[in-house]
C-alpha cells in the first residue's frame, strides 16, 4: 500500500474574509473547543495572534516539514471563489509559484463541480497561472455529483481526489479517480462541528482506517492534512500529522504522489488491455 500525501489551502489572510461569516464562526467554535476541554489557553492564546498578524496559512512551514520528511506532497490551491474560500487570484498565484519552487505539486481545489462552462474556467485560470499542461482537482468541501467526475475530464484534469472513502482508484473516462482515505477534520472533528476528539482517541482511529484498507487490498492511501492546521494553535491537529508522517515512516510504507500513482495505473491499465 502507497501512501499519497496532500494539503487543502482554504485560507491564506485573515482580513480575506471580511465580508463573511468565516471570522465569528471561528471563535465561536473556538471557545466551544476550549469549554469541552479539547483545547487549551495557550491555543486560543495562538488563535488571536495569528489573528492579528492577520495569518491563515502555514503552507512555508508544513513546506519545510514536509521536505524535511521526504514527503512528495500534492498542494490544492484555489484559483475561485466560494464557501469560505475568499482569496485573491493574486495570492493563489504567489503560492502556486512558491510551491513550485520548492519542488511540490500542485493541483486545483476547485469550487464548481456542475457547471462545465465553470469548471473549464477554473481549469484554464489555472493552466494560465501555473504554466502547467497537465495537472488534478479535489473539490472544496468535496462537493460533488454524479456528473462532476465527467465533467472534470472532459475539461481536461487528469485526475481528481474528491470521492471519500477507503477504496481503490478508478478510471472514469480520462480521468483517475483517487478516493480520499483519511482526512483531519473527519476523524478529528468526528460527526461534530467542533473538536472532540483528543490526539490518543485519533491516533487510535487512524490506526483502525490504516489496518482495514491494508487487509481491503488499497493499493493507494489518500492522506488529507490542511496546511492551516500544523500550528500550535491546533496542537492535536499538528500532533496527528507529525505522528501519522513518523508512524507510517516506521512501518515502511512508500510514499508517492497522484501523478506517479497515475503513471503507474495507467502502465497498469495498458498492460491489462492486451
Request: proline share 1%; hydrophobic share 40%; aromatic share 16%.
Amino acid at each position: 500500500m502507497k501512501i499519497i500525501v496532500s494539503h487543502d489551502v482554504d485560507h491564506i489572510t485573515v482580513l480575506e474574509h471580511k465580508k463573511d461569516l468565516i471570522i465569528p464562526k471561528f471563535a465561536i467554535r473556538s471557545f466551544i473547543e476550549l469549554s469541552l476541554g479539547y483545547i487549551s489557553i495557550s491555543e486560543i492564546k495562538c488563535r488571536f495572534k495569528d489573528f492579528w498578524d492577520n495569518k491563515w496559512n502555514n503552507i512555508e512551514e508544513l513546506i519545510s516539514f514536509d521536505k524535511k520528511s521526504n514527503i512528495p506532497a500534492t498542494f490544492f490551491i484555489g484559483v475561485s471563489n466560494g464557501r469560505g474560500l475568499s482569496y485573491s487570484i493574486k495570492d493563489a498565484k504567489f503560492w502556486i509559484n512558491k510551491i513550485r519552487e520548492e519542488g511540490f505539486k500542485i493541483g486545483v481545489h476547485g469550487i464548481a463541480y456542475d457547471n462545465f462552462n465553470e469548471i473549464k474556467s477554473e481549469f484554464e485560470t489555472f493552466k494560465k497561472i501555473s504554466g502547467l499542461e497537465k495537472f488534478g482537482i479535489r473539490m472544496h468541501y468535496l462537493m460533488k455529483k454524479n456528473e462532476t467526475f465527467e465533467l472534470l475530464s472532459k475539461a481536461g484534469y487528469i485526475y481528481d481526489s474528491s470521492m471519500y472513502g477507503i477504496k481503490n482508484p478508478i478510471k472514469i473516462e480520462n480521468l483517475w479517480e483517487f478516493p480520499l482515505c483519511i482526512m483531519d477534520g473527519y476523524i478529528i472533528y468526528k460527526n461534530s462541528h467542533y473538536q472532540n476528539q483528543s490526539i490518543n482517541q485519533v491516533k487510535k482511529s487512524t490506526k483502525i482506517i490504516l489496518e482495514e484498507a491494508y487487509n481491503k487490498g488499497i493499493n493507494y492511501f489518500t492522506i488529507l492534512f490542511h496546511d492551516r492546521y500544523f500550528s500550535d494553535s491546533f496542537k492535536t491537529w499538528k500532533e496527528w500529522y507529525i505522528w501519522l508522517i513518523e508512524y507510517l515512516k516506521k512501518n515502511r510504507f512508500e510514499f508517492i504522489d497522484f501523478e506517479n500513482a497515475m503513471d503507474e495505473l495507467n502502465m497498469f491499465y495498458k498492460d491489462e488491455k492486451k
